[in-house]
């Protein structure tokens, strides 16, 4: 962009805030600090400040002073009124609960401890030791600020269209599966309060490039946030459009609320760092930055992760390598609105299933040590702090940490499987690049800024459909589970970073017929020592799959139709055959799931397959799933129908013959 045209956009942006302040719009409009709840009074330690709500876990102090003359801390509570040690300590800026120092008209982002809200804080106080030195009082029915869905776009021209668009904040908006065919000649996203309806007096709105100077690019599903510009918010404009300048047309648009109560942007109310903090590079997305406090090791791990992904560092299980096994880490991420970082232990390299897998502390006899629990996410940068003691006692889970030792670390990101328990990796520490780190170092920050570009979108591959009508025998084998492009695409669900391949397809969905007799050839493993490497294939109503790791009560409430015996055990393991890739995942990279499947190779222990033979009758709901005993979100769909839908077979010739020789055994054996 040139500097005579970056100076044309910020003095348009000028212009319109100034034709508000002409049309009567207050200038705390524009400095929106989020809903306010009051004001502490003047009291004892010169306390002063107005206290807004950001949103439901955090509070934005303005003119915040205090003399540091007494010792005292910020507290929030659900009692009538603040006394003694009544409520809960509230970190402040920092994430610290040291007494608080001096300070002298600054602006605070507080972030309320993890489990409380404002749907439940009645006041927040600063507390001395013997006295109140000034507090607010919470409305009854007090509404927060929260995230804004105002709809979709309108679909007007040039193929746009979109999912949700939602104001994730008083300046930004995320906009859901964008599409847009790239064809107009002068198009921009475009705002403006001039005209109830998209005009020609409107402003130019960053893309999610941050560019003014290029047209929009063609959109084909991808997820995006744009952010209005200069001092403008939301509360400034009534529409948002994608709009062709040259050409003053409309190609789609979504209107603003007038009953907008959403978040500030708070990017700018920086955290600062902790002192004598250390900074270390894991990945070029993910940064682990620690100080030692005593007794205590106060940790904020650093990323650029999707939402739903966590981030998982620790002490390794070994102490003269990293490995995965034995690991102590707090797995962090962000639940919904509320960050995490939850105690886990690593004792098996599968699912968490029973006391085995990678699982909470707290599910298999321990303990969850971690405390401070605080986090912030800004422009797809996710920051989770937390503290935990180096020695917590807990000698069934938890490692000691050794200040003075080179310790290995184990670290790695992954996806949260919707029962809040973290799933396979697809991003972790290799053999290449194991690192050890002394925690009780001299402060040494190691790290980079990290981007926050997001990877670029992938075209998922197509769901794979099999029909009884011509095949009546179907192998069950492991496989990886193709990244972005397969099972995440295909289930809309994280997966453990393995899945059950059919007739060598990826989860493929099954149309079975009512009446008919179906076998099961199944090669998931039969090893029960090792739970990575065990299987069993069973046929349920339950969409989760896992049946081993429900309560009794929620056993009740699912049916199993095959490869379970009366006793309520597995029936259908057989040995372990898997189908890897030895050169690394290439489902980035494969265009096709044939493609794709040509680089693996079949790997099966010794041994025999197991079989069932299952025949759906009328009492057979329509839909059920193929799933494994013993971990969730494995398989996918059984449609069972009276008769065969019409159509091409889901499984063809020539498909096969493309994927080339790997599945072709199976068809020649008939397991195709």
């Not at 002409?22 to 929106?32: E, H, N, P, V």
């Not at 393995?498 to 017929?513: C, D, R, T």
């Amino acid at each position: 962009m040139s500097c005579r045209r970056f100076k044309l956009e910020q003095v348009a942006v000028s212009l319109l805030a100034l034709a508000m302040m002409l049309s009567g719009r207050s200038d705390a409009q524009t400095q929106y600090y989020g809903k306010l709840i009051g004001s502490f009074p003047a009291g004892q330690g010169g306390v002063a400040g107005a206290v807004y709500a950001v949103d439901a876990n955090r509070l934005q102090i303005v003119g915040f002073s205090f003399d540091g003359s007494v010792t005292a801390q910020f507290r929030a509570g659900s009692t009538d009124s603040p006394s003694g040690s009544e409520g809960v300590l509230v970190p402040n800026e920092q994430g610290s609960t040291s007494p608080l120092g001096v300070y002298n008209n600054r602006k605070l982002v507080i972030a309320l401890p993890e489990g409380t809200t404002l749907d439940t804080v009645k006041w927040f106080s600063v507390l001395g030791q013997n006295s109140n030195l000034g507090h607010v009082t919470v409305p009854d029915n007090f509404d927060y600020p929260r995230l804004r869905n105002i709809g979709e776009f309108s679909r007007r021209q040039h193929q746009v269209r979109s999912g949700d668009v939602t104001i994730v904040n008083a300046k930004e908006f995320n906009i859901q599966n964008l599409h847009y065919d790239g064809f107009g000649p002068d198009a921009f996203f475009w705002a403006g309060n001039q005209d109830s309806r998209p005009s020609r007096r409107g402003f130019k709105v960053p893309d999610h490039r941050g560019s003014y100077d290029q047209r929009l690019p063609r959109y084909t599903g991808q997820t995006i946030n744009i952010m209005l510009p200069g001092d403008v918010t939301v509360y400034d404009i009534k529409w948002l459009s994608m709009w062709c300048i040259r050409f003053t047309a409309n190609f789609g648009e979504v209107f603003i609320p007038a009953d907008l109560n959403v978040p500030p942007l708070v990017e700018d109310v920086e955290i600062p760092a902790m002192p004598m903090m250390n900074c270390e590079e894991l990945h070029r997305d993910m940064h682990v930055s620690w100080t030692l406090a005593g007794e205590n090791l106060d940790v904020e791990l650093t990323g650029r992760v999707e939402d739903g992904d966590y981030m998982a560092f620790g002490v390794s299980g070994c102490n003269d390598r990293t490995c995965m096994v034995g690991s102590d880490v707090t797995v962090a991420w962000y639940d919904g609105d509320v960050p995490r970082a939850v105690d886990y232990t690593l004792k098996a390299y599968s699912q968490c299933s029973g006391a085995s897998g990678v699982c909470p502390d707290d599910r298999v006899g321990g303990t969850d040590n971690n405390v401070n629990i605080t986090g912030r996410q800004v422009n797809g940068i996710t920051r989770i702090r937390y503290s935990r003691p180096i020695n917590t006692g807990d000698t069934t889970t938890d490692k000691v940490i050794d200040p003075s030792q080179n310790m290995y670390i184990s670290w790695a990101i992954g996806p949260i499987n919707p029962s809040g328990v973290a799933a396979k990796h697809h991003t972790r520490v290799e053999v290449s690049d194991q690192v050890q780190l002394m925690f009780g170092r001299e402060a040494s920050d190691m790290c980079e800024m990290i981007s926050s570009a997001t990877p670029a979108p992938v075209t998922p591959w197509p769901t794979r459909k099999i029909k009884g009508d011509q095949v009546t025998n179907f192998t069950v084998r492991i496989g990886p589970t193709g990244g972005r492009r397969g099972y995440e695409a295909i289930t809309g669900l994280p997966s453990w970073g393995i899945a059950y391949w059919l007739n060598g397809l990826l989860i493929p969905e099954l149309e079975l017929k009512r009446g008919w007799k179906y076998t099961f050839i199944v090669e998931g493993g039969n090893d029960t020592a090792t739970p990575e490497r065990y299987h069993p294939f069973y046929i349920t109503d339950d969409p989760t799959g896992g049946y081993v790791q429900k309560t009794p009560a929620e056993q009740q409430q699912v049916r199993v139709f095959a490869g379970v015996d009366e006793n309520g055990m597995p029936t259908a393991a057989g040995r372990y055959c898997e189908y890897n890739n030895p050169n690394g995942d290439t489902s980035e990279t494969s265009e096709t799931f044939a493609e794709y499947a040509r680089t693996l190779q079949e790997d099966c222990m010794p041994g025999q397959a197991a079989q069932f033979t299952w025949t759906p009758d009328v009492d057979t709901p329509d839909l059920v799933y193929y799933h494994c005993f013993t971990h969730q979100y494995l398989g996918w769909k059984i449609r069972v129908v009276d008769e065969f839908t019409s159509g091409a077979a889901g499984v063809s010739a020539g498909m096969l013959a493309v994927m080339g020789t790997l599945f072709a055994g199976a068809l020649l054996l008939g397991h195709i």
